[in-house]
């Protein structure tokens, strides 16, 4: 049960990075993340629906092209955190970038994202 609310608002913020247009962006968001959500992302922490909202915008606009972020994981969820992985690739064989996002949730919303984008190289161990 946990996983299916988690999973619901995991992918309608997905679905805002690929909204047919970016007027859509922050109803999506909205609907998703909590008015006071944490963003850790490649770029260092923001706060707020705004700041993501420039984050999504940001990607939309990538120079390769408008790409598709979809998620390629079940969500997993011990508790009020939850983690999926996902893939963002740009049209014609364009750049491609993977990762794991762990949020957590409260009231059934996101209230923080943690991005960790691209593969962990295994330990020379």
């Known amino acids: 049960m946990q996983e299916e609310i988690a999973g619901s608002a995991i992918d309608t913020f997905i679905s805002a990075f690929n909204a047919s247009d970016d007027s859509y962006v922050t109803a999506l968001l909205s609907q998703a993340l909590t008015s006071d959500?944490?963003?850790?992302?490649?770029?260092?922490?923001?706060?707020?629906?705004?700041?993501?909202?420039?984050?999504?915008?940001?990607?939309?606009?990538?120079?390769?092209?408008?790409?598709?972020?979809?998620?390629?994981?079940?969500?997993?969820?011990?508790?009020?955190?939850?983690?999926?992985?996902?893939?963002?690739?740009?049209p014609d064989g364009g750049p491609r970038l993977a990762g794991t996002d762990v949020v957590h949730l409260r009231r059934s919303l996101i209230d923080q994202v943690i991005v960790f984008a691209g593969e962990i190289e295994p330990s020379a161990a």
Do not use: K, N
């Open 37 to 90: 959500v944490v963003f850790w992302g490649p770029l260092g922490r923001s706060e707020g629906i705004a700041a993501v909202e420039r984050f999504v915008l940001d990607i939309r606009r990538h120079p390769a092209g408008t790409g598709t972020m979809v998620r390629c994981s079940a969500v997993d969820m011990p508790d009020e955190w939850a983690r999926y992985q996902w893939v963002f690739t740009t």
